[in-house]
């Protein structure tokens, strides 16, 4: 807002004004260009290192500085506006000057964005000349990372390099006050990248039943038409997908809302123009084939979000006229999967898709410009009333997550699984988009790729790096790849480090880990639900669940009937394991293991907790994914409520023993209930318990880890801690499983590396 204190009387004026931000390669010159002349302005406008300098003359100029933020364009971002006088030029027009650029610019590239409202006019218009061209873009919308090898952000560094413009494309895209002003992917069908297939094949395949690997803005997806029992079971298997959802793209919000009942925040993300997976309670299968959940409460629907998308279910749905078809709900759904074979990564070129996608597709949609950068889908999901990713990825990345203030350069490098890479700079941390499971060559190859990419494009040397404390992993071992001292964060320190970088909070913080599975610093357990007292690069356990024995080690973590024999056995009911478990091959052996304690680590996993309760009331005693039977678990609740006297504090442990037993006599849906109001319940008097036993002043706590993805306990958590005056903060800004660990890491390796300069400024 303008200063409204003071009444400013129109007059002549000169001013330099600096505009910082996300304002390049946005469209954001030609919109300083087009207000300065409406409002009768003289001077220039230019991109330099820094954002974007004006030099602005006339009466007026207020209005001028109140509409750049007020109007300034979809894609761009302001973080600052800094107004000086400046002397008069007497400029006699208004004009974009040519880039200044120096070494060490500091600026980025911005995420892809879903194709805008007028390029979809133009796509759906046969009397344009974009007429259903599948590469239609515009300064407001169309790919920017994927197709950007780098900095600065221009055609000749991107992968739009090899096609030289037509003449009308040139005359857009010199044309200021055209929509493609200096739209650096600008293409039309006679002079832009080329389909393999057309688009009425494409749909008639669909239509018939076959897989159609699609390459799309970060990679291929996987294909097949959502309703089609036999197409769906046939992709499942040729890709030997585990149990895992299915994605499903639809055409339009109200073909949406014909399968999950939307609230207003998903109806919201599920159309912003990052246009990510919303996982949402799935309402009624509405013809949906079977296979797609697998019987799951929740599905992950998306909107389309490149012209190829939207060209596919123009054509299913009759290639209609206009925009108003998308008010509509339409039938047509598709499975739409990320084509990654084997949890390798994500194919991308046409030639890879012919190698690695010939058995699984029955025909392979690719085109001529080269994906640059691997990027999947992101997920996210309404929890606790807000948005949070699952999985940072397209439409996310490279946006930066802003911390407190400037810090040293330094990288966080992940953990195992859903690994990310995270790099600060200045007051800046950028988080890699989503990597993967660090189990095979392919993903470690891309992760260090990932790591060197982004080191690069922000021309950082980072004086520390961050890894996990484990010893194994693949991203423990590439730490001492880099030359430079090497942090060994643990696991879930790095969680609750990772909220306090993005909330900005420079004390002491209390935080709650509720996690599957991390080394514990005394590195005789497997910890995971601990609470903690973080303080900058130090970190203090103050508190932890009970331990658990975990049966056969790893194994349990997939068999939830096994931690349920392992409650049974502290119990003292180990004599009902074999008689309780009789399905389950081994039951017997598991029940002597136990009493004989041989190959049953300890764990005070919240993760492993919920698999023991699960295990208990029969639900997925044996899980096909990760994370499949506390997703079922939290499906299954309806009214949580606490079970009195369903917990224990005995001084620094919590145990659930009495709610484990209550347990065993009721049937999964109490069962469900009673385990989500009481952990919550549990969790809260422990934390205030906890922290006033310790004398740790602060009224909030944080809460991280795996968990947290479970809207039903996030949403009792907070309720629970206001109940004794203390505020919950989640994490927002990247996920609160293990792809928000590179986050904390880096910003733990970057006060590290400010403590040994001596200036000790995180205390
Ligand atoms: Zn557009
Ligand atoms: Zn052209």
Known sequence: MPDGSRIVSPRYDAARIRVRGAVQGVGFRPFVWSLARELGLSGWVLNDEDGVLIHAEGSGLDVFAYRLRA???????????ERAPAAR???PA??????ARRAGARTMITPDVAVCDDCLLDIFDPSNRRYAYPFTNCTNCGPRYTITRRLP???????MAPFAMCPACRAEYDDPADRRFHAQPNACPECGPRLSAGIADIVARLKGGEIVALKGLGGFHLAVDARNEAAVDRLRARKRRDGKPFAVMVASRLSAAGLARLDDAEAALLTSRARPIVVCRLEKSAGLASGVTRGLGDIGLFLPYTPLHYLIFHEAAGRPPGRAWL????????VMTSANPGGEPLVTSDSEARERLGAIADVI??????????CDDSVMRVIDGAPAYLRRARGACPSPIKLSRAMPPALGLGGHLKTTICAIRDDEAFLSQHIGDLDNAATYRFYKETAAHLVDILEIEPETVACDLHPDFLSTQFAADWDVPVVRVQHHHAH??????????DGPLAGLALDGFGLGADGEENWGGELLVVEGPAMRRVGALAPLRQPGGERAAREPWRMGAAAL????????????????DGAGLVAEVLERDVNAPHTSSAGRLFDAACGILGVTPVASFEGEAAMRLEALARSPAALPGGYEIRGERLDFSPLLAALCDVDPATGADLFHGTLAEGLADFVACRLAAVGFPLRRVAASGGCLQNNVLARLLRSALGRRGIDLLTPRAAPANDGGLSLGQAWIASLAAENQKGDGSCA
């Open 94 to 99: 208004f004009e974009i000057r040519t880039s």
């Open 569 to 584: 056995h502290a119990l003292g009911r180990g004599a009902d394991i074999a008689r309780r478990f009789r399905e389950q």
């Open 496 to 505: 609750i480090a990772a909220v306090a970088a993005e909330h900005r909070i």
């Open 153 to 159: 952000y221009d055609r000749a560094q991107t992968s």
């Open 71 to 81: 109007d300034a364009p979809p894609l761009s971002r302001i973080d600052e506006i």
């Open 327 to 334: 008010e509509e709900h339409h039938d047509f759904a598709l």
């Open 365 to 374: 949609v690719g085109h001529d410009r080269d994906i640059v950068t691997r």
């Open 89 to 91: 030029s007497g400029a």
